[in-house]
């Protein structure tokens, strides 16, 4: 009886270990977030940056990429380049280990989806490459960014083949669950599927795009290529890149005009201008929300699961206004970040689901055989065993709400001669004009980076030639 009543100790104490420390990435973040909301694009980036260099296996990748987007915008891109790459070798180096997933996972069962490690999302490892790719341009390696180009088109093309594959692993998860009957009932009860409904319902609104096409690194694409190209075959590829972003995007005035110069095959005689590239506003994140998951053991009915939930924000400049003097543009939307995070988001909701269908129930299981064998004890061996198993639910139930929360809600671009003078001006609606001198190229990029709606305009510029 003492031995068995220790065994039960020990199990209560195990539950109790995995639900300490759980915290959500929302929760984490809230102090760094609030210097990357205020405008503060340094603040936050020193601050993502200690975390990133203090972190573990697990969370890396996710603090990397916080740190290595801040930084960009803040204008150190050799402190944005280190994070980045930092998490390109993070990446890789899960990619190499996938044969240990299987533990990891089974962990995870018992505690949550946040305790797995952050391999990065489809959208991430495209714009990780893709911020990479500008970050060499910002710092005259024009042909440097050639490799994170061509890196960036072959995670689109991986990404489809990846998720589904995600999809299979999950799928057979479930079905391999000794639970697998309750789960299956779980997911039919009307009170679940509306919870559900709730946590999807916003995201089919969106108008999306090609599965896991980023339409402004396709045009990144066309435009490094059409100006930055040594060859035929480099501006054949700008010119399909270019094509595509308006199969994907519709009519754009300025991507149809560089298309136009990649049909013409004149882009080498092109006259001098200057492309303006806007980000604006904050890209969609995760929080989390309840639902009750209904499943029958002895007298409990249900039991609250926490999943994941895409919050969007919309305090954005909404267009970039750019004068050479003479002529006047306004930036045009080339893609729509919340469109791509909600459409990634859509397609990974079924892994979601199953995951933490499995976990809740398991833990719940778990719960009531641990709570049985302690009232087999004693009664007050029982309460203590119940009470404690609460707590660890209660602390263990939380979202995998990471997600990279320094990225834009919309890349806007734009493109005007290049005035005698060399200078433009560049304002929002809610901002006071920017006088800007235009570097000494011929083709030039000037990239602006707004956080909200009035803060300062953080404005760094290149030359494709």
């Known amino acids: 009886m003492i031995h068995h009543f220790t065994r039960v100790l020990a199990a209560i104490t195990v539950v ?13 973040t809230k102090n760094m977030k609030g210097s990357w909301d205020a405008g503060n694009a340094r603040q936050a980036a020193v601050e993502f940056s200690k975390t990133a260099d203090q972190a573990g296996g697990g969370d890396a990748v996710i603090w990397h990429l916080e740190a290595g987007a801040a930084y960009r915008v803040a204008g150190d891109f050799t402190e944005s380049n280190r994070h980045f790459t930092n998490a390109v070798a993070q990446i890789e180096k899960f990619e190499q280990q996938a044969k240990v997933k299987v533990g990891r996972e089974a962990a995870a069962v018992m505690s949550n989806q946040q305790n797995m490690p952050y391999e990065g999302r489809s959208y991430d490892k495209i714009m990780l490459h893709t911020y990479l790719a500008l970050n060499h341009l ?11 180009m061509i890196a960036a088109y072959q995670c689109q093309q991986d990404a489809v083949e990846e998720n589904k594959r995600r999809i299979e692993k999950a799928q057979t998860a479930e079905q391999q669950s000794k639970d697998r009957q309750a789960i299956e009932k779980a997911k039919t ?27 402004f690194t396709v045009y990144l694409d066309g435009l ?5 190209g040594v060859d035929g075959s480099d501006l054949e590829r700008a010119r399909k890149s270019l094509n595509r972003v308006l199969e994907i995007t519709g009519s754009n005035q300025f991507v149809l005009a560089d298309l136009q ?9 092109a006259t001098p201008c200057t492309y303006v590239i806007f980000e604006t506003g904050k890209a969609a994140s995760r929080d989390q929300v309840r639902i009750d998951i209904p499943i029958i053991i002895a007298n409990v009915s249900y039991v609250g699961a926490a999943f994941p939930k895409l919050a969007f924000h919309n305090d954005q400049a909404t267009e970039l206004i750019v004068k050479n ?15 791509i995070i909600a459409l990634d988001f859509k397609n990974e909701w079924p892994v979601i689901l199953t995951k933490t269908m499995i976990s809740t129930v398991s833990k719940a299981v778990a719960a009531y055989a641990i709570n049985q064998a302690a009232a087999q004890q004693s009664m007050y061996a029982g309460l203590f065993a119940r009470v404690m198993t609460a707590a660890a639910q209660a602390a263990m139930n939380i979202a995998d709400t ?21 200078k433009l001006t560049l304002s929002t609606p809610s901002t006071a004009p ?8 011929v083709i030039n990029v000037v990239y602006v980076h707004s956080i909200s709606v009035g803060s300062p305009l953080q404005i760094s510029q290149f030359k494709l030639r």
């Open 434 to 441: 920017v006088e800007v001198a235009v570097a000494d190229g």
């Open 189 to 215: 009860n009307p009170k679940f599927v509306q919870g559900v409904e709730g946590v999807t319902k916003e995201i089919e609104e969106f108008k999306f795009y090609a599965d896991y096409v980023n339409p």
């Open 16 to 28: 109790i270990a995995l639900g300490t420390g759980c915290q959500t990435y929302t929760a984490q």
């Open 138 to 148: 910002a710092v005259g390696e024009v042909e440097e960014a050639r490799p994170e």
């Open 224 to 228: 490094y290529f059409l100006h930055a």
């Open 261 to 269: 110069l990649a049909e013409s095959g004149n882009a080498a005689t």
């Open 325 to 339: 003097g003479v002529a006047e543009e306004k930036t045009a939307v080339i893609a729509n970040m919340d469109s």
């Open 402 to 422: 990471r997600s990279w929360t320094t990225l834009p809600k919309e890349f806007q671009v734009a493109r005007i001669a290049t005035p005698v003078d060399r």
